[in-house]
């Protein structure tokens, strides 16, 4: 069990303001007014304690370097009267926050926000990448996705990730597939980022990307994540010359956590993409140099390097789409989630109508506290049997609906009531299933695919001083993706987030086979829920929320909710919370890097755990590198405030017009 005791959220904040403030763009702190208690907001400003940068990797930040999995105690809500940004890097939210400080929305904020953390969690989340985000706009009430999901260039076949060549040389891509030219999808996220602030944007385009322009030309102290990301890729990183340059000293060991770390070259593709959009991204020099990225042949080593077949014109070509969000109720509210190509909605969307047909309050945590509390064992039970259900049914039928469609031609085949009750009625209260079948829906034939493990993703959730909401997930995949670096972003290993084979060993295909300009099937699950209205359709806004974890997402996700609408925790008591779940396997998660899993004596000294292999579960108890960000509206006394939450496994701050806990 690794446990971290690291300083409150709010003492991240006044310096990551500092910073920004040292840069010149963000107003000098306002002092709080004479006879102000301790801990009242003063614009994004909360008086920190210690001064000291959570995960930015300064001298005092004792607790750093950070594991992938660790897990800070202590972490209390935030609230705020209006506006609020909730992100897993302290640099990030402050950007945000200045940006709605100054009365942009949530759109504009989503700019500014993701062009710092492609600066300060590169290893997560850039330009090179891909994202999928929901947008309510409070004053039409509507719910929009946006796709910015990387797509498989024109000359991809069904073996591009397989073999080097399907005819002539059957052995898989060098030096890995992952690390291959053949992973790299055309990036989605500026064109995504265009889009969304076209439609929703206040603020000039071009005046969102001051504050990482200047953090990428004067340089930021690395972080504990990203310190740890570097040490452990360091060889991967290496065959890169770019990546060598910028993330390993000249006798290559890489660089450690606190040192600083300029990205000029970062800076520069910024300045473009404000000054020109996302043409500056897609076509002309940035474009070529990516092509040129994808098309090595050679690592810096020497050694070879499969290269992909991407072209300028799948540059020009990509498109983020504006979606319909998958929206179903669960119990007296809406729940809305991302599309396909994203499995994250549907997945989430199925565990809870199963779910729906248990009595689930009754199970809530033991003891809750800051942390979230004892999970119960019939409470894990239930929610961990309805994901299988869920994984069962998403691991066959759910893929880029663009090429193959769902079950019927729509997600209601897997959504309706009917349908979900009659999966609800496999549970038994006594004993786990273990593996679930799929549904028989559908006349397609498709294989059953496996799920992935991944570590290249963040999670935002803004909310504006109007009331709109975005909440997005963005991701390289893999940490450090492809470890192909060109222009100061690193590129995606998107692909692999196809079925690796086109079909299974009896040659049924997968729903999720590569093709040509497909996108890969996402298990990100960015979600917004509604309260109902009066007469049952969608009434108003109460949360944002979402999670990085690869295939375990929607298990986080999931956790939340049910955290949150079930059994009453706020928003950093749910974040906090034991990441329990399920894929469709005999293995139920527990999160060993929470306090509250004890994991000496093979787990047999914690009732959660022996509890749950009485009823026929494997308790797995691997550390869970969740990255949940959740934004909540509560009323206190009798006034709506805003309660922000985030992940205490990652180095997030909740930053807004804040006002004291
Ligand atoms: O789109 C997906 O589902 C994955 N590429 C996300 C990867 C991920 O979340 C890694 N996380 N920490």
Redesign the pocket.
């Known amino acids: 069990m690794t446990r971290r005791h690291l300083a409150p959220a709010f003492a991240a904040i006044a310096t990551a303001q500092l910073l920004l403030a040292a840069c010149g763009h963000v107003p000098p702190a306002r002092a709080p007014a004479a006879g102000t208690p301790p801990g009242v907001e003063a614009g994004c400003r909360v008086p920190g304690e210690r001064g000291i940068v959570v995960g930015a990797g300064q001298p005092g930040d004792t607790t750093l370097p950070e594991p992938a999995s660790g897990y800070r105690t202590g972490l209390q809500p935030a609230f705020a009267r209006r506006y609020m940004v909730s992100t897993s890097n302290a640099l990030a939210s402050a950007a945000g926050c200045a940006v709605l400080a100054r009365g942009g929305s949530a759109a504009d904020a989503a700019v500014a926000v993701q062009a710092v953390l492609g600066l300060t969690v590169p290893e997560?989340t850039g330009l090179g990448a891909?994202g999928?985000l929901l947008y309510y706009d409070a004053g039409r009430k509507t719910v929009q996705a946006y796709d910015g999901?990387e797509t498989a260039p024109a000359a991809a076949t069904g073996d591009y990730l397989r073999y080097i060549d399907a005819a002539s040389e059957r052995q898989a891509p060098l030096p890995s597939a992952r690390a291959s030219g053949r992973a790299i999808g055309t990036p989605g996220l500026p064109r995504l980022l265009e889009a969304v602030q076209r439609d929703h944007g206040r603020l000039a385009w071009r005046d969102l990307f001051g504050d990482a322009i200047t953090l990428s030309t004067n340089g930021f102290p690395i972080g504990g994540r990203l310190a740890d990301a570097i040490a452990l890729n360091a060889a991967s990183l290496k065959r890169d010359r770019a990546a060598a340059a910028y993330f390993l000293h000249a006798d290559g060991s890489p660089k450690a956590l606190g040192t600083r770390l300029a990205n000029p070259a970062y800076a520069d593709t910024l300045q473009r993409l404000a000054e020109q959009g996302a043409d500056a991204f897609y076509t002309g020099s940035i474009a070529q140099d990516i092509v040129a990225s994808i098309a090595t042949t050679r690592a810096a080593d020497g050694s070879p390097i499969t290269p992909g077949k991407t072209t300028l014109a799948d540059l020009a070509g990509y498109q983020a789409k504006r979606r319909e969000p998958v929206c179903t109720t669960y119990r007296e509210y809406w729940v809305c989630g991302m599309p396909p190509p994203?499995?994250?909605g549907i997945t989430v969307a199925s565990a809870l109508g199963i779910l729906e047909h248990f009595d689930l309050a009754r199970y809530k945590p033991a003891a809750i506290d800051g942390e979230g509390g004892h999970p119960s064992v019939t409470g894990v039970h239930l929610v961990s049997e309805a994901e299988r259900l869920a994984y069962a049914d998403r691991d066959k039928y759910v893929a880029d609906t663009d090429f193959v469609p769902l079950p019927g031609g729509t997600w209601d085949t897997l959504l309706n009531q009917r349908y979900l009750q009659g999966r609800a009625r496999l549970i038994d209260l006594r004993a786990s299933m273990r593996t679930a079948s799929p549904g028989k829906l559908g006349t397609v034939p498709l294989g059953v695919d496996p799920a992935?493990a991944?570590?290249?993703?963040?999670h935002f959730s803004i909310v504006d001083g109007d009331g709109n909401v975005l909440t997005a997930?963005t991701?390289?995949?893999?940490?450090m993706g492809s470890f192909h670096m060109t222009r100061g972003f690193l590129l995606n290993n998107?692909l692999?987030?196809f079925s690796a084979d086109p079909a299974d060993p009896a040659g049924t295909p997968y729903a999720n086979r590569l093709a040509p300009g497909k996108r890969?099937?996402?298990?990100?699950a960015p979600t917004l829920v509604f309260r109902k209205a009066a007469d049952g359709s969608r009434g108003d806004f109460l949360m944002a929320t979402g999670?990085?974890?690869?295939?375990?997402?929607p298990q986080y996700v999931v956790k939340t909710l049910v955290g949150m609408l079930d059994w009453g925790l706020d928003a950093q008591q749910a974040a906090g919370l034991v990441d329990f779940g399920a894929f469709n396997s005999p293995i139920t998660t527990l999160g060993g890097e929470h306090p509250y899993i004890d994991t000496a004596d093979g787990g047999n000294r914690d009732a959660l755990i022996t509890g749950l292999r009485a009823l026929g579960h494997t308790v797995g108890t691997a550390a869970q590198?969740?990255?949940v960000n959740t934004i909540l509206r509560v009323r206190r006394d009798g006034v709506p405030v805003l309660q922000g939450g985030t992940d205490p496994r990652r180095e997030g701050v909740v930053l807004g017009d804040t006002i004291r806990p």
Request: hydrophobic residues 20%; aromatic residues 0%; charged residues 15%.
């Open positions: 997560a891909g999928l999901r994203s499995s994250g992935l991944e570590h290249g993703t963040s997930t991701t390289v995949e893999s940490s998107q692999t987030d890969p099937r996402s298990s990100m999670s990085p974890g690869g295939g375990a997402i590198p969740s990255g």
